[in-house]
């Protein structure tokens, strides 16, 4: 499977965007589907993530209430709703592919679960 980010752009602080991750090549919905983000000067950190059927879902802290993760298989398709922006949300967003089952001190927000990642979409928000 290939991923492109998309949907990354300039809001002011209070604003939303809404980001999509499109998936090719195939086998989609055997994924978990993870977003990540990385802000200038600091490491990648883990957004959200959601199961194959989308059933399962998680949240960073920072995010739990302002954003939400949905996928639509029928069209290889994982959005994320950003809503209530703020500057500390500014950051390239990627979205990654897992196949692989965690152990048993592990979980999907671990983004070394991940072996495919799309290219990046960059959200700015000022205040």
């Known amino acids: 499977v290939q991923l492109q980010a998309s949907g990354g752009g300039s809001v002011q602080a209070g604003g939303s965007l809404r980001l999509s991750c499109a998936a090719s090549?195939?086998?989609?919905?055997?994924?978990?589907i993870g977003w990540f983000r990385q802000a200038p000067g600091k490491g990648r950190e883990f957004v959200s993530y959601?199961?194959?059927?989308?059933?399962?879902?998680r949240y960073a802290e920072s995010v739990k209430g302002r954003f939400t993760i949905s996928r639509d298989n029928s069209k290889n398709t994982v959005d994320l709703q950003m809503n209530s922006l703020s500057p500390e949300d500014t950051a390239v967003y990627y979205c990654?592919?897992?196949?692989?089952?965690?152990?048993?001190?592990?979980?999907?927000?671990?983004?070394?679960?991940?072996?495919?990642w799309g290219q990046g979409t960059l959200v700015t928000v000022s205040s």
């Open positions: 990654a592919a897992s196949d692989k089952v965690p152990g048993p001190a592990t979980d999907y927000d671990d983004r070394r679960l991940y072996d495919v």
């Open positions: 090549g195939g086998g989609f919905r055997n994924y978990f």
């Open positions: 959601i199961s194959w059927s989308g059933g399962m879902t």
